[in-house]
């Protein structure tokens, strides 16, 4: 592997990935374990994909902000080291694939000259923190959320606290009552308030979507926007801690304030007030109230030849600003892919003719905001030149899927393929709901929901169905799902499970039924109710049947070959099977960071570190003894058991470990607290070397 010149400014940064590619070195060499090694690399967003010997990149954006400068940066880099496509994730990130391995480190720092990083894109950590893509232009909106979304980012990237977590960690913030970001299907989401002339936010906790989807509790209904990052840092604390680690399928934060009751979480939440780095953390908007920038033009001109296609546009995709005189146009992306020809072109449009402020959407869509009002025949003459003008933005035309089988290791069916399917069968035969925006479809290639399928008022699961010896491609039908507005969602119900070729169909008849049967402007969600979930399982029952499936049922979508279910290893929580070695190097980097820290008067991260160390030190010690446990408050009071009689230590070792509760991060702490990790990881490397010394 070759080395490279960096070039980077940030020296935080360029450590990062000269880091990535020491790393990388030492796995070529053998000298990484391949578990361990899978979640180094994938909180820096490198993600194994399903063909062999490749990687997707998960390019992180916070909020879903797109520069001119930056679109560009990451068409050269895609073209560079991938295949000149780009995906737009339901999380506002863009993803890349088949780029190899031993190029990652140098596409991170081509990124990283226009301010783009991939730093915990993927893996247990913090991931890309979402919010309303219309924020800063919402006509109803109390105050823009796009300052306090990035000040969440900067402040946990690379934060200790959260970077080895149990599992991943998601945020997100809604700028109006409409919960456009979606806070109920969040670990933590925050919904803009203004109370008593406050600026704030309403808190929601615990959501979470996957195999279990769960409704997130109220944890305040206002708290100030200067609490939020506090807040936050107590929440992480605490899962951190607490989380379950063995168990992936029960590690997300929604299980532990079930498995604890509500009460009792934030009652550790309040245990931690004393250990956080700020009691408040006071967040500077002006940068955000200036940074818009319109450049100086002469109005071109634009021949529009179907005023017809023009007004439907402006009626589907245009919207409103809040700032008078400028509207925002929002781009229906299919499948959330394009490529990086048009990609240019589309920045220098923005760049040229805007304030240089895209937004990707998590409905996987491009909206370009401050556009004048004069300018939408010459917007919509150019961007229907790159395909970019088909009306349907955000509607039920508009159907949101995850990559699938295409690329995903833990793709079950195509769910790009029926998405295909059914737009056409929308486009063709339901044209009239180009312009709904009550009913929302969605599509996911397995039970994990990252097309959130389980919040969909129509949503399809990739799943499969056996025939005799066969197996065929079949598609979970839920009904009922969406979003109700201020914190408040739906769980959308199973209703039946159909063989994936009578997915068109299944979506015929339910649309079909709704026209016919409801009532003048009744909504969806109030029919299916009234109806209820058995109505709509008997008539689509029949869609059900499997002894009468033909040869092209064992054909998936998008594809002419015979369906095979292959399922490889899932990496959404970078599972690790650690290794004692591997483990006590680790704590020693910690160590190391730990100290690092402090010269940089960082007392807070330094302690975390310190903590970190201990944890895992005690950690690699029972693992040598052969026992194990699932949470790290486990290992601490596990250790004390096991070992007070082997390891002479001045007291307890959870009270060594807990003094970061007790004790508010101060230089004199920090160090003594570092001292005692210091000394503590003396003592189990004494320990260690003593047992294999016997056991030979």
């Not at 805007?354 to 939408?376: A, C």
């Not at 064992?554 to 929580?573: H, N, P, R």
């Not at 807070?604 to 029972?622: E, G, Q, R």
């Amino acid at each position: 592997m070759r080395s490279f010149r960096t070039e980077i400014e940030n020296p935080i940064v360029e450590k990062d990935i000269i880091d990535l590619e020491k790393k990388i070195n030492l796995y070529y060499e053998g000298k990484i374990d391949e578990q361990r090694f899978r979640s180094l690399r994938l909180a820096r967003g490198v993600y194994g994909q399903r063909q062999f010997g490749v990687q997707m990149i998960r390019i992180k954006l916070p909020y879903g902000k797109v520069t001119s400068e930056q679109l560009h940066r990451i068409a050269a880099v895609s073209d560079e080291y991938s295949r000149g496509r780009l995906h737009i994730t339901t999380r506002q990130d863009i993803q890349i694939h088949h780029v190899s391995l031993d190029r990652t480190p140098e596409l991170w720092a081509e990124l990283e000259k226009d301010d783009i990083t991939l730093r915990e894109a993927c893996g247990n950590t913090v991931r890309n923190i979402t919010a309303s893509e219309t924020a800063g232009i919402d006509v109803n909106e109390p105050f823009d959320v796009s300052p306090y979304a990035h000040a969440m980012f900067e402040f946990f990237l690379r934060n200790p606290i959260c970077q080895e977590m149990g599992r991943k960690f998601k945020i997100s913030f809604s700028g109006t009552n409409e919960d456009t970001a979606l806070s109920f299907m969040h670990d933590l989401g925050f919904i803009a308030k203004i109370q008593n002339g406050e600026i704030g936010f309403k808190v929601m906790l615990g959501g979470g979507l996957g195999s279990q989807a769960i409704l997130a509790d109220t944890l305040f209904e206002f708290i100030s926007a200067d609490k939020i990052i506090p807040t936050t840092e107590a929440v992480l604390r605490v899962f951190d801690r607490h989380g379950e680690r063995a168990k992936r399928a029960r590690a997300r934060l929604k299980f532990l304030v079930k498995e604890i009751g509500f009460d009792a979480f934030v009652k550790l939440v309040e245990d931690e007030q004393k250990a956080l780095s700020n009691s408040i953390y006071k967040i500077d908007v002006s940068k955000f109230e200036n940074e818009i920038n319109f450049p100086a033009f002469e109005t071109p001109e634009a021949v529009i030849k179907d005023e017809n296609q023009f007004n439907l546009w402006k009626t589907s995709n245009v919207i409103p600003q809040k700032q008078q005189g400028f509207v925002a146009i929002g781009i229906k992306v299919h499948l959330g892919d394009f490529y990086t020809d048009k990609a240019r072109l589309l920045a220098d449009l923005v760049k040229k003719y805007t304030g240089n402020d895209i937004r990707l959407t998590l409905r996987q869509n491009i909206l370009i905001r401050h556009v004048k009002e004069e300018l939408l025949p010459f917007f919509f003459v150019e961007l229907n030149k790159l395909g970019f003008a088909e009306i349907g933005y955000n509607s039920t035309l508009d159907i949101t899927s995850c990559p699938g089988t295409d690329t995903c290791n833990l793709g079950i069916a195509s769910s790009t393929g029926i998405t295909a399917e059914l737009e056409r069968v929308l486009k063709t035969e339901f044209s009239q709901y180009a312009n709904n925006k009550d009913i929302t479809i969605k599509i996911s290639g397995c039970m994990n929901s990252c097309g959130q399928h389980s919040m969909a008022h129509i949503g399809f699961q990739g799943m499969t169905v056996k025939s005799g010896k066969l197996v065929a491609p079949a598609l979970q039908v839920l009904l009922g799902g969406g979003v109700l507005g201020n914190g408040e969602g739906r769980v959308s119900n199973k209703v039946i499970k159909i063989p994936s070729k009578r997915g068109p169909q299944a979506l015929r008849l339910i649309l079909n039924d709704y026209e016919a049967n409801a009532e003048s402007g009744e909504l969806f969600l109030n029919y299916y109710d009234k109806q209820g979930e058995k109505y709509f399982y008997d008539f689509l029952k029949p869609l059900a049947d499997i002894t009468n499936l033909v040869p092209s049922d064992f054909i998936d979508w998008g594809t002419e070959e015979q369906y095979e279910m292959a399922v490889g290893v899932g990496e959404c929580a970078g599972v690790v099977i650690d290794l004692v070695a591997t483990i006590l190097f680790e704590s020693e980097e910690k160590l190391t960071h730990s100290s690092e820290a402090l010269k940089l008067n960082q007392f807070s991260d330094s302690i975390y570190y310190a903590y970190t160390s201990l944890v895992n030190t005690a950690k690699a010690l029972l693992l040598k003894e052969g026992e194990s446990t699932n949470t790290q408050a486990g290992i601490i009071t596990l250790f004390d058991t096991t070992f007070s009689d082997k390891i002479n230590l001045e007291e307890s070792f959870s009270n060594i470990v807990f003094q970061l509760q007790k004790n508010k991060p101060s230089k004199k702490f920090a160090q003594k607290y570092l001292n005692d990790a210091q000394l503590f990881y003396a003592k189990a490397n004494e320990y260690r070397a003593k047992i294999e010394t016997d056991e030979a």
